[in-house]
């Protein structure tokens, strides 16, 4: 199995533009995550989804921040525009029903 | 709502020693998993133990151990035998039970450093 795939690994953008983040989840799981990781605010759920429906984004911070799932295998978030203070890893995670969560190897966003 | 506090941001052992990291969590929940994953220098996120909350017995994998105190809310990671390959941030979990899975809360992490 490969693993939660993430897409780009990196990503440099402008202050303005639009970013869009991918993620396939590992096979046959359920549940798909995504989290984001920085220095000041340590790791935080953004929102998550079960069976392609979403059910809790109350991580999300605010209406720049979209979030889908248009199929079992596939997730995008999406912020429009971009901010510096963006800027952050986004990591995507999914689960089968044992509620253990499989990370992928995350997006690192740079906003200037 | 609940909060998971990691005290020792940095902490260093020798190789083949032994160190404990230290966790707490506050929650009113009576089911949950709390968790501890590692983080290498790669960033990715890598799960090294797992604990139910209704099992009295404290989880083990391998060279990892932990001390879990329900009633102190203490959920400690014991590396034995530590190894370089062991330097990572470790981060550790709460997970609250929902009928429909759950989100992971961390706490801030510690960096722990394997010196030869």
């Known amino acids: 199995d490969a693993g939660v795939i993430q897409s780009p690994r990196h990503e440099v953008t402008e202050m303005g533009q639009e970013v869009t983040l991918r993620c396939k989840p590992i096979s046959g799981h359920d549940y798909l995550f995504w989290y984001r990781q920085t220095m000041m605010r340590g790791l935080e759920l953004l929102i998550y989804f079960n069976n392609n429906v979403p059910i809790d984004d109350s991580g999300m911070p605010e209406d720049r921040f979209s979030a889908k799932m248009p199929n079992a295998s596939f997730s995008t978030l999406k912020i429009q525009p971009s901010e510096p203070r963006d800027s952050a890893v986004y990591f995507c995670a999914s689960s089968p029903l044992s509620y253990e969560q499989y990370f992928g190897p995350g997006t690192r966003l740079t906003v200037t | ?46 799960l090294v133990i797992r604990q139910e909350a209704y099992k009295q017995q404290n989880a083990t994998e391998n060279r990892f151990s932990v001390n879990f105190q329900k009633a102190a809310k203490s959920f400690s990671l014991k590396i034995s035998d530590s190894q370089l390959g062991d330097t990572a941030m470790y981060f550790c979990a709460f997970m609250r039970i929902y009928n429909q899975g759950g989100k992971l809360i961390f706490g801030q992490g510690t960096e722990l450093s394997v010196k030869p």
């Open chain 2, 1 to 46: 709502a609940q909060t998971v506090t990691q005290s020792q941001p940095e902490m260093s052992v020798q190789e083949a020693e032994t160190v404990t990291l230290s966790c707490t969590y506050d929650t009113s929940e009576n089911n949950y998993y709390l968790f501890w994953y590692k983080q290498p220098p790669s960033r990715q996120m890598i």
